[in-house]
């Protein structure tokens, strides 16, 4: 890792089985970004207590989130891969910052009005305060870029927001992160509804293809992929759920819309849906294969997570013990 690199923070919750919308919409476009930045990306578990987990379910899906960095192309020792609930500086930070947040701003927040209004039953003061989380995360290590989804782009301001307020009270503490103007991921859309975003939350399993499913399972997702009735070969808004896979055919075989079209001109939506299938099952193989492999290996992940627990927090401590400077409390260590 070069330290003379800037600083590019980014991570994704272990909340459920990962999907293809995470993989090309993220993942697959930090592979390679070490070369330019010190990269940091963590398993953001502390994030998933949002929503009531299933104890073992949640961990063994914090292991797999970590084990699908590696099989991705993330290198361990070229970037700092790590467990978020295991640098405790993640809390600490969080609480401190909640003390220079208002109310008002968390409330201006849509993903907290749109997670109440799925989770209306726990409306949770986690689920509320979530941006200030998210912003310890990425100010602890001093952070110069973030990759954000557009979701997520609201965050990041209230991020720099409360960046700025303390850095005008104690001086120049933190760094302001800016949003990562790089290579734009694809945004991949549920197949069952091509207006809502394919997430791993979705209730109906065939909304998303998630990265370990079998190709089997991948082929009867695909077939049933919501489209029309216009029975027109065409890339446009008019037709979303086409649109949708055509989006995800390109992302996977790197085409552009024009080539796709002209490729299955002539052709039905089933022969649409058929090639797509294979193209997704060719680029989740060898990610597939080499998750078994490391599912093999306890003592390989037991390590990654503890040395790399260990480079995060030697990270975070830093700045964590500049802000209690700062802001008087006492250190007796
Ligand atoms: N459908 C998508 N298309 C493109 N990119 C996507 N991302 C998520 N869904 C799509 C990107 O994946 C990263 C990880 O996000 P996260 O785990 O922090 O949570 P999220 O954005 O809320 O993703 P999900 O899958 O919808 O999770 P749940 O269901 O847990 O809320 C982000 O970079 C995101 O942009």
Not at 57 to 80: C, Q, S, T, W
Not at 111 to 135: E, I, R, W
Request: neutral net charge.
């Amino acid at each position: 890792m070069n330290k003379d690199h800037k600083v590019l923070y980014s991570g994704m919750q272990a909340t459920g089985n990962l999907t293809l919308g995470n993989y090309l919409g993220a993942l697959k476009n930090w592979v390679g970004l070490a070369d330019e930045y010190e990269c940091y990306y963590g398993v953001m578990d502390l994030h998933s207590l949002t929503v009531r987990q299933d104890p073992p379910a949640f961990r063994a899906h914090a292991r797999e989130l970590m084990m699908i960095y590696i099989a991705a192309g993330i290198d361990p020792e070229k970037n700092v891969l790590y467990l978020q609930s295991s640098v405790p500086c993640h809390a600490e930070l969080a609480w401190i910052l909640n003390c220079y947040t208002y109310i008002g701003e968390l409330q201006r927040m849509t993903q907290f009005k749109d997670k109440s209004a799925k989770h209306a039953d726990n409306v949770n003061a986690g689920l509320f305060t979530y941006p200030v989380l998210m912003a310890a995360d990425i100010l602890l290590y001093q952070a110069d870029v973030v990759p954000v989804g557009k979701d997520q782009l609201q965050h990041l301001e209230i991020t720099r927001d409360i960046a700025q307020r303390f850095n005008g009270i104690y001086g120049d503490v933190f760094t302001v992160p800016e949003p990562y103007i790089g290579k734009i991921g694809a945004r991949v859309m549920s197949l069952q509804d091509p207006s809502k975003k394919m997430s791993k939350s979705d209730e109906n399993p065939n909304a998303s293809i998630y990265l370990l499913d079998d190709p089997d399972t991948i082929r009867r997702k695909c077939r049933r992929a919501v489209t029309d009735s216009e029975a027109t070969i065409a890339y446009r808004d008019e037709q979303p759920g086409l649109k949708n896979l055509f989006d995800i055919y390109c992302a996977c075989t790197g085409k552009t819309p024009e080539e796709v079209v002209h490729e299955f001109a002539g052709c039905g939506y089933g022969q649409v849906k058929e090639a797509l299938s294979e193209a997704v099952i060719a680029v989740l193989a060898p990610l597939q294969e080499k998750v078994k492999e490391l599912q093999k290996d306890k003592s390989y992940i037991d390590n990654v997570m503890k040395t790399n627990a260990e480079r995060a927090y030697y990270t975070a401590n830093k700045t964590l013990r500049k802000v209690k400077k700062k802001i008087g409390l006492t250190d007796v260590r």
